[in-house]
């Protein structure tokens, strides 16, 4: 595998000549695009190339697409980046399309050693409660305290949200994985993941770039009337 500039997936002229003949050897296996802010001193997007000559032959004249542009946790204004429980993620979308469907499995098991045996759903809505909970009986228990146990009353409770905040992190991935692929069945998912055949890619006019295949995901609708939510601003 190795990074290029998100502009080479299809840049005409010469580079087209090049990746056409790269796709038709079959050995192209998974496109990524990259978002902005994920180099310390780029803040460019990019694209991860993998290949593979050893391809099962159910995939050989397939490459799976992933647009993981809007997928990144945010470090801080200039820098993003993948958590652990992302990289994991989107290696299970990997596992999927090959059909190591072992692998995937054993990330659910993983998810659950962490959370516990409830449905994702319900973990998420746990601990969104309990945290809310907990911040304000801190609230409470900081305004009954003496003023010298202030303090330390404070930094309990923060301690303590801060670690179901940690949980509900992942919890929420687990939520994102599961919503998308169940038990464990590839699928593609509209803005984000794609298995493109070689015709559809030489249809596209040879381009590698996963934004091309993927599509744009569904927004959800929030059930607000535009035209007069503006006439009211």
């Keep these: 595998g190795f990074v290029m500039a998100s502009s080479a997936t299809d840049s005409q002229g010469k580079d087209k000549d090049i ?3 790269l796709i038709r050897t079959g050995h192209v296996d998974c496109m990524v695009s990259v978002g902005n802010n994920f180099f310390y001193t780029k803040s460019l997007p990019c694209s991860l190339w993998f290949f593979d000559k050893g391809k099962a032959e159910a995939i050989r004249d397939r490459v799976l697409f992933i647009d993981a542009r809007n997928y990144y946790t945010v ?13 994991k993620n989107l290696n299970a979308i990997v596992w999927l399309y090959r059909g190591e469907v072992d692998k995937y499995r054993e990330l659910i098991r993983e998810y659950h050693a962490v959370l ?6 319900d973990r998420v809505q746990q601990l969104e409660t309990d945290i809310a909970n907990c911040r304000a009986e801190g609230k409470e ?3 009954r305290a003496d003023r010298k146990d202030k303090k330390r009353i404070q930094a309990q409770y923060e301690d303590a949200a801060a670690a179901m905040t ?15 692929f169940g038990d464990g069945e590839y699928a593609d998912v509209p803005g984000l993941c794609k298995v493109a055949t070689l015709e559809d890619i030489e249809q596209k006019g040879w381009s590698l770039t996963p934004g091309a295949y993927v599509g744009v995901a569904p927004v959800e609708d ?5 035209a007069q939510r503006m006439k009211e601003i």
Excluded: M
């Design 19 to 21: 990746r056409e003949k």
């Design 75 to 87: 470090v801080d204004r200039t820098l993003n980046e993948w958590s652990d429980w992302q990289l």
């Design 116 to 121: 516990g045996s409830l449905p994702f759903a």
């Design 141 to 143: 228990a900081v305004e």
């Design 166 to 180: 940690q949980k509900l992190t992942v919890a929420k991935e687990a939520q994102w994985l599961t919503d998308k």
């Design 222 to 226: 929030d059930g607000v009337d535009f």
